[in-house]
């Protein structure tokens, strides 16, 4: 059980109310709001809230939001809303708890404790330009070397620091030092900037500052105030670990904190072939109109992934099945894909579609024939009940059920075959008519008597092809938009790769589509049309205008 955050108490005593609380361990996932989430913050917030859960503890959301530049309210919705859909929350009305966090909150404390560090010795104004900084710093090769402002008097860096935050300096002209050691081999400990000069509104506090805490002294802050136990981050952090620890031991020393502190833990980040995930680079795909937006379904975007079909729990078994390591490693995209299809196998309803249609005419039946055919809603749960449809004498079929001259080993209709109507009867191929251009657009078919599947008689003939079908009357029309990778490179951007260079021109295609009667295409909606794949209504998709997304093929054809 938590505390929901109340006000503004001191740090000690945001401090007193962790360790306090039943929760034995605490984590957080913490994005910067200044962009959309996607596959590789689902790694993440899927291992820190279950994490949490699994050791009947808590994790908070927090935003890091200390950057003011680039962020927005826009992120702050979009993340929560993403949050909640992959099934987490950080709120409990019962238990009264609500963790949400701001590090924009935690302005004030981090003031203050940059006051002590000064106080303490711990800390100075540099009056050097970033550039002359980054060059003092040395390299892996080079050990640093000291800032002539390194040690000047405490008082001095006082005042500078708080002409610093009065907003008398512009940007770049001084910056706070931690003062730790220009020797060590690990540059992270080089004296590393902790506080810089921005002129800028921020998306929560204005232009209430014109300072800002560098991530690597805020976050360690925002950690040890909430009471987190295990703070998670991906392995670059790894050598930030020594900076973390120095922090918080010399803000416990100064009796902000008290034991036990936070720790920190490092995993490998996720990284996925044929995917860029940099937020960089897709907001370009998106400013340049390369994708419809965020939210596109080609996007690896949690939005993007949401529309296209993937379902939290899908998302939940892939992450699941990469597990958690130190060990980097690629992750092929058919290991994503092949979550979804075996999430969506047991529980999607079945139907039928024709994309790519070619007229069937059943010659001996009459015009207006009718005959109800049956399928099963679902062949792993017989209670889910059959669906109905009707057999008319002219259907709409897949053009590639048809050959003029089959390949070896087709099965399906060619001149003089038989091949089985899934779910109705066994017909022979009788001929076809043929347009001006030479393409075939009829196929003409004989129906065999006493063959309805179901039917005692049913498999009197033996047929190797089953094909599906839907009835030109009524079936329904729709747009189907089939997708393909957004990049045919398995690395866009490797290197200095432009990741622009191998995008699939063929990621998007359109096609004009013919449904089984009878299925809802309300938004969301999501079936395996048979032998074809699993497919999702569209956000944009309406009962006149249906629209309909394929998530993922029946099998992996990707070479
Ligand atoms: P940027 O894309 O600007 O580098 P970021 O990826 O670090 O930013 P944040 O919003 O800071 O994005 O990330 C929030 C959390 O998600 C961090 O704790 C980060 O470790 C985690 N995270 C981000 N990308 C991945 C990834 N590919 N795999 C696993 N975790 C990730
Ligand atoms: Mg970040
Ligand atoms: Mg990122």
Redesign the pocket.
């Known amino acids: 059980q938590g505390k929901r955050w109340a006000g503004t108490p001191g740090p000690a005593a945001i401090h007193e109310q962790a360790p306090k609380d039943t929760a034995r361990i605490r984590t957080r ?7 959309y ?5 689902a ?3 899927i ?2 809230f279950s994490l949490a859960k699994d050791y009947g503890g808590l994790c908070h959301l927090r935003f ?1 939001d200390t950057n003011p530049e680039k962020e927005d309210q826009e992120y702050v919705d979009t ?1 929560k809303d993403s949050v909640k859909w992959l099934g987490f929350d950080w709120e409990n009305k019962e238990k009264d708890y609500c963790n949400l966090y701001f590090a924009s909150d935690y302005f004030d404390y981090m003031y203050e404790f940059a006051q002590a560090l000064i106080k303490n010795g711990d800390a100075y104004v540099d009056e050097q330009s970033p550039e002359e900084i980054a060059q003092m710093r040395g390299n892996f090769k080079e050990l640093g070397k000291d800032s002539p402002w390194r040690n000047r008097p405490i008082e001095e860096s006082l005042q500078r620091f708080q002409e610093m935050r009065e907003g008398k300096h512009p940007n770049g002209s001084m910056a706070l030092r931690a003062k730790i050691n220009m020797q060590s081999p690990n540059i992270n400990l080089r004296d590393p900037i902790i506080y810089r000069i921005r002129h800028a509104t921020h998306h929560r506090t204005g232009d209430a500052w014109p300072i800002y805490p560098m991530y690597t002294y805020a976050h360690p802050i925002e950690d040890a105030l909430e009471g987190i136990t295990h703070s ?3 392995l670059e ?1 790894e050598d930030q670990r020594p900076f973390y620890d120095w922090l918080l031991d010399k803000l416990r020393e100064l009796g902000f904190f008290k034991d036990p502190l936070p720790k920190q833990y490092e ?5 996925m072939k044929h995917i860029v ?4 680079k897709l907001l370009k795909l998106v400013q340049d109109g390369f994708v419809s937006g965020w939210d596109d379904p080609r996007m690896p975007t949690i939005v993007g992934l949401r529309r296209r079909g993937y379902t939290p729990s899908a998302l939940r078994l892939f992450i699941d099945r990469l597990g958690v390591s130190k060990a980097d490693s690629v992750i092929d995209y058919s290991v994503l894909e092949q979550a979804l299809r075996d999430d969506l196998d047991p529980v999607a309803n079945r139907a039928v579609a024709v994309l790519d249609p070619i007229k069937l005419v059943i010659t001996n039946l009459p015009e207006d024939y009718e005959e109800a055919c049956f399928a099963p809603i679902n062949p792993h749960n017989p209670d889910a009940g059959k669906r109905e449809f009707p057999l008319t004498r002219e259907l709409w079929i897949e053009r590639d059920d048809f050959r003029e001259d089959p390949p070896k080993k087709y099965f399906r209709l060619f001149p003089g075959n038989t091949v089985r109507l899934k779910y109705a009867y066994v017909v022979r191929c009788t001929g076809f008519v043929k347009n001006e251009q030479g393409e075939v657009t009829e196929v003409h078919v004989e129906y065999i008597p006493d063959t309805k599947s179901g039917t005692p008689g049913s498999d009197s003939v033996k047929v190797k092809g089953n094909i599906t079908w839907v009835s030109t009357k009524y079936a329904i029309p729709a747009t189907v938009n089939l997708y393909d990778r957004l990049f045919t490179d398995e690395f866009p951007d490797s290197g200095d790769k432009d990741f622009l260079a191998s995008l699939n021109p063929n990621s998007l295609q359109v096609v004009n589509a013919w449904l089984e009667p009878g299925i809802d295409v309300m938004p969301g909606n999501q079936w395996q049309f048979e032998r074809l794949g699993y497919f999702i209504a569209d956000k944009d998709s309406t009962p006149e205008q249906p629209i309909i997304n394929r998530s993922v093929t029946l099998r992996d054809s990707w070479v």
């Not at 989430?37 to 913050?41: D, F, P, R």
């Not at 995993?267 to 990284?271: E, I, P, S």
């Open positions: 996932f913490p994005p910067e709001p200044n962009g989430l996607h596959i590789g913050h790694k993440s917030i291992l820190n890091d993340i998670i981050c991906t952090f995993f490998a980040r996720l990284k995930t940099s937020k960089r």
